[in-house]
Structures are given as C-alpha cells and as structure tokens.
C-alpha cells in the first residue's frame, strides 16, 4: 500500500497527521486537511509540529475536524455513489453522429 494511502485511510478515522515530505506525496494527501509536513528527515521540524499541537488543544481540534471533513468524500458509501454515477454514464448509448457535429 502507497504512503499516500495509508495517510488518506488514517485522515478518515480523524487524528491529525503529522508526516515528514517526501516524493510519495503526503503533501496531496493533506492539503486542506490541516495536518503538517516537515521537510524530509527534520526532525526537530516535526517534533515542533507535535509540540504544537500538544500545547494548543483548539488547534489539534480544528485540524482534527478538517481533517474529517476532508474524509467525508472519501467514505465507501460517497466513492461507490461516484461510480455508480460513471457506469451509468457509461451504459448510455452514445448517438455518434451528435459527436461529430
């Protein structure tokens, strides 16, 4: 499983991520949610993230309900509503000649 699923699959049950940058890109994944990035192996960046969050519980809790409300539209019953919307377009027969005009 990518790094970029397992942050999404963690943001869906609500605590916040805090993640180090990398190419697999826990960047995407968290924009908009809240959660912090720290540049790849900065440490002290991340530990400062953590420290922050610790010492302001109203800002842990508003990324926390970022983050949930970001993992809304992720929830099975949202996704399988999408492609049940694409398989019925799909299944539409397509009159061609519309397509050229």
Do not use: H
């Not at 949610?33 to 809790?61: C, H, K, Q, T, Y």
């Not at 993992?71 to 492609?83: I, K, S, T």
């Amino acid at each position: 499983m990518s790094l970029r699923r397992c942050l999404a699959q963690y943001e869906n049950s609500g605590p916040l991520v805090l993640s180090f940058d990398c190419e697999a890109g826990p960047a995407e994944v968290l924009k908009g949610s809240g959660g912090r990035l720290a540049e790849a192996l900065d440490v002290e960046g991340l530990a400062e993230s953590m420290l922050g969050f610790i010492r302001n519980p109203d800002a842990r809790r508003e990324v926390q309900a970022l983050s949930l409300c970001k993992a809304a539209g992720r929830r099975p019953r949202v996704v399988m509503g999408m492609w049940q919307g694409v398989l019925v377009c799909i299944a539409k027969p397509v009159n061609t000649s519309e397509l050229i005009k």
